[in-house]
Nanobody, 121 residues
């Protein structure tokens, strides 16, 4: 699966951004789509995921209540809506597909190119 991300940018704290992740092909065959982020000098962090078939979502505690993951099954696009942004949300954000197991800890087979999100105070 090829994934192409868009929507990153610069935002003031408290603002909102929406990231998109477009999957190639006529159907999205992955069980789920995940979102990750990596800040400078830190390890990659699981942000959340969505099960493609039924839309059930899972979030890291650090973003729960502020971020929302959704998907458009007709267009094969996943979304990460980020509200109430904080400076600590600054990172490169990646979408991923083809998880091997549990979303937060498994190996993912396909990755987007990443998009920078910078939140300033």
């Amino acid at each position: 699966v090829q994934l192409v991300e868009s929507g990153g940018g610069l935002m003031q704290a408290g603002g909102s951004l929406r990231l998109s992740c477009a999957a190639s092909g006529r159907t999205f065959s992955s069980y789920g789509m995940g979102w990750f982020r990596q800040a400078p000098g830190k390890e990659r962090e699981f942000v959340g995921a969505i099960t493609w078939s039924d839309g059930s979502t899972y979030y890291a505690d650090s973003v729960k209540g502020r971020f929302t993951i959704s998907r458009d099954t007709a267009e094969n696009i996943g979304y990460l809506q980020m509200n109430s942004l904080k400076t600590e949300d600054t990172a490169v954000y990646y979408c991923a597909a083809e998880p091997s197991g549990a979303y937060g800890t498994s190996w993912w087979g396909s990755w987007g190119q990443g998009t920078q999100v910078t939140v300033i105070s």
